[in-house]
């Protein structure tokens, strides 16, 4: 575990306002949901507390600084990919030390459960994968059970516009494993419609795992560019790697050290970018750095 950073006093900060504010505003709408977010001062109400009264939000306050924050941030993004009863918050407490104080911890990285606005669970430190597991189901059986639950808003949604019937060989691709079928399907929706961010998005994906090839790797991408910083190929694929496993800022720091020095990381940066919304603050943050290394 590592220390509070100098820039962070602990010390809790009453919720209740805000969890007042959250009630009383409109319900949290499920349609888009993301399981995984990172918290910040201008979203924690939307978020975190308004949306902990459909379904729990766990709130993962880390660091950087800290192995046991990288593991964890690994371990929930596996867990909550692709579902929709949980949410994942992440709170950095070197960026935001403003919103980990809210929290009161006092050691990183702390993880609290959060429903109908209200801490109900948490603990400390990394967690055995078997264990985090199970404590994770338990709070979506016992906790969130008692919750509102985001319903079918995402399907009804979705019901108004069809989904364009090429996207079933891109799918049948991508499971076969052929990337190069996949992304020709993406370039002949692209050619009809270049504006489409979603299969933009979608495309751009496709080529992180085609240069991954997760199948056929025999070797650690992150391991071995840490073992030789010097090799910007390695560091290029360790951000790859470092993208798919839920950890984008690790990627994107990776890559604005190179920046100025190699072009490669600039024009690899900018890619994984697309793999975002626009309006990610992650992606602000980086796209900021990028222009003070630049310039």
């Known amino acids: 575990m590592a220390k509070i950073g100098p820039g962070y006093q602990a010390g809790a900060i009453d919720l209740s306002a805000?969890?007042?504010?959250?009630?009383?505003?409109?319900?949290?709408?499920g349609v888009g949901f993301e399981a995984l977010v990172t918290a910040t001062e201008a979203n924690i109400e939307d978020e975190v507390l308004r949306m902990s009264l459909k379904v729990p939000v766990i709130v993962h306050i880390g660091t950087d600084r800290s192995p046991d924050s990288a593991a964890l941030q690994s371990a929930f993004a596996d867990l909550a990919r692709g579902q929709r009863q949980f949410r994942?918050?992440?709170?950095?407490?070197?960026?935001t030390p403003s919103v980990a104080q809210m929290f009161g911890v006092r050691v990183l990285p702390t993880v609290i459960a959060i429903a109908a606005g209200r801490p109900v669970t948490s603990f400390e430190g990394n967690q055995?994968?078997?264990?985090?597991?199970q404590w994770v189901e338990a709070l979506v059986s016992n906790v969130g059970a008692q919750l509102e639950g985001l319903g079918d808003d995402t399907a009804e949604a979705e019901q108004g516009e069809p989904e364009d019937p090429r996207l079933d060989a891109a799918t049948a691709a991508l499971n076969r494993g052929d990337f190069d079928a996949a992304t020709a399907v993406y370039d002949e929706i692209l050619g009809d419609d270049p504006t489409n961010a979603e299969i933009k998005q979608a495309r751009a994906t496709v080529g992180v795992l085609k240069r991954l090839d997760p199948g056929?790797?025999?070797?650690?991408?992150?391991?071995?560019?840490?073992?030789?910083?010097?090799?910007?190929?390695?560091?290029?694929?360790?951000?790859d790697a470092e993208t798919v496993a839920g950890m984008p800022e690790k990627a994107f720091d990776r890559l604005l050290a190179l920046v100025k020095a190699e072009p490669k990381a600039k024009e690899r940066l900018l890619e994984l970018f697309t793999l975002f919304e626009p309006g990610d603050p992650r992606v602000i943050e980086a796209?900021?750095?990028l222009a003070s290394a630049l310039f």
């Open 18 to 29: 805000l969890k007042q504010q959250a009630e009383s505003a409109p319900p949290a709408s």
């Open 88 to 95: 994942v918050a992440y709170v950095d407490a070197d960026a």
């Open 128 to 133: 055995p994968a078997e264990q985090l597991t």
């Open 216 to 239: 056929n790797r025999t070797i650690d991408p992150v391991a071995a560019a840490d073992a030789d910083r010097g090799d910007v190929d390695k560091q290029l694929a360790a951000a």
């Open 287 to 289: 796209r900021t750095k």
